[in-house]
């Protein structure tokens, strides 16, 4: 129990908010393992008052203003009640009963911890350098939130209840499932408005919790599927901009989540020109060694890259995760070689995982890439033909700038594209015009239908453009 308080003093001498912060943390510190069990058995209900009035008030080491004193003597009251709860659970866990661990009382002690660090906050009895125990308190209610939410679904699955609940649940949608992560977003939002509100100067100011507090919600926002109140915090963030630090001057982690989380939203909106610009700053920025976090950009900045840029990711980049290495290798190789049978096999296999990241319907549309493949490919083996009667020099020549619809619909069935198929063993012409003509209008080729003649006249120059041919 020493060591805590020694951490606390040390901290409190030496402004260090990170180390005051693990003293009022779920997790003990490497280097003090046993800190929650000490803090919770070196005192008791009757005695702990008074012990904590001798710790905070007559600590010669400290110097603490009454009403800070008085904030941190409501916080470890509730920080004890805590460990309690917590060391409880543990221990059911450890001891193989985990049906025992009460979660929901760990997250509802946990609040309670919140709750008094907020109302120290809101009193003004801590300063700016202490708010890294806001990041602790916010981080830790999302964590029990999802472990309690985890417990009460398992323990409705074994008693049979999800069953006669069902109906319900279809009226009125799966709040049920998430009942403390709900309550969760609304305590951190609390935070949230806490810190956005401050008037203080911006070197005392608690505005530098906002991007931390702001993406705690986005991820918190993100598991329970309620992507429109992501945008209330974007909005809310740029409506106090003129007294906000700028986003650049946060720590490096707060900036590459935050734009990641904005890339996505703006990629959900398929304002993809956005997302590219967000997603690509926070890959630039990420860590290399954060390889999970690369891969999460990744998974979002792939699709928008074949849209945007019409450029897909080279084999070096998908071999650093077997995960986007699956998914997106049998993509890519797809709509090089313009196959359409494997694009769509490559689709109906990674199906689950691309609704699940909602980028199905994005991946859906290098459909439109791999046809521009594909069309480029009936150009480049056509025949070369004089030039000299289209006004071009002696003995110059070029491609035939006139492909038989025919030729095109051939290369569209080898490549396995069943839409044009009339039902009697034919070709339906005017779906094979309808697909080149999309091809034209996004322009990834350039030209017409000549539909009296049979042919599709393309560009003498630049007939797919971006493509070099």
Not at 136 to 150: H, M, N, P, Q, T
Not at 219 to 241: E, G, Q, V
Request: proline content about 3%; aromatic content about 10%; glycine content about 6%.
């Amino acid at each position: 129990m020493e060591a805590l308080w020694d951490d606390f003093a040390t901290a409190q001498n030496t402004c260090n908010g990170y180390l005051l912060a693990t003293t009022i943390s779920p997790e003990a510190p490497a280097t003090d393992p046993a800190r929650l069990y000490n803090y919770n058995r070196g005192t008791n209900a009757y005695s702990l008052q008074t012990d904590l009035r001798y710790k905070l008030q007559y600590n010669p080491s400290l110097h603490l203003e009454k009403k800070e004193a008085a904030a941190w003597h409501e916080i470890f009251t509730a920080f004890y009640t805590f460990t309690g709860k917590l060391l409880a659970a543990e221990e059911s866990q450890t001891a193989n009963r985990p049906r025992e661990a009460d979660w929901s009382t760990v997250y509802e002690s946990w609040k309670e911890v919140l709750s008094a660090v907020y109302r120290g906050y809101s009193g003004n009895a801590f300063e700016a350098w202490t708010i890294p125990c806001l990041y602790v308190v916010g981080k830790y209610l999302r964590i029990f939130a999802i472990k309690a939410d985890e417990q009460a679904a398992a323990s409705q699955r074994d008693s049979g209840l999800a069953f006669g609940e069902l109906q319900e649940e279809d009226a009125f949608g799966a709040a049920s499932k998430n009942e403390k992560l709900e309550d969760a977003a609304r305590q951190i939002n609390r935070i949230f408005a806490l810190c956005l509100g401050d008037r203080s100067p911006l070197e005392d100011s608690r505005k530098w919790a906002l991007y931390y507090t702001a993406n705690l919600l986005f991820k918190t926002y993100f598991r329970l599927n309620s992507i429109p109140l992501s945008k209330n915090i974007l909005r809310s963030l740029r409506a106090s901009a003129s007294d906000t630090p700028e986003l650049s001057t946060f720590p490096r982690a707060h900036q590459v989540t935050f734009k990641y989380y904005s890339g996505v939203i703006a990629f959900l909106e398929e304002d993809y020109a956005s997302a590219e610009e967000l997603l690509t700053f926070a890959y630039e920025s990420c860590e290399r060694r954060a390889t999970r976090n690369l891969e999460l950009i990744l998974m979002y900045l792939i699709p928008t890259k074949m849209l945007t840029a019409h450029r897909l990711p080279t084999r070096q980049l998908l071999q650093t995760s077997p995960t986007l290495d699956r998914l997106f290798s049998p993509l890519c190789t797809a709509i090089k070689r313009a196959d359409l049978r494997a694009f769509n096999a490559a689709l109906e296999a990674g199906e689950d995982e691309f609704v699940k990241r909602r980028i199905y319907l994005t991946l859906e549309r290098g459909r439109d890439i791999l046809l521009r493949n594909l069309f480029r490919k009936v150009f480049i083996a056509g025949e070369v033909e004089d030039a000299k009667a289209d006004g071009g020099g002696a003995g110059a020549a070029a491609r035939r700038t006139r492909i038989p619809v025919r030729e095109i619909a051939a290369a569209l069935r080898m490549a396995g594209a069943t839409e044009i198929d009339d039902g009697e063993g034919g070709v339906d012409t005017d779906e094979v015009e309808c697909l080149v003509a999309n091809a034209i209008y996004k322009n990834h080729m350039k030209g017409y239908i000549a539909r009296d003649r049979g042919f599709v006249v393309l560009s003498k120059t630049g007939a797919f453009p971006g493509t070099g041919v």
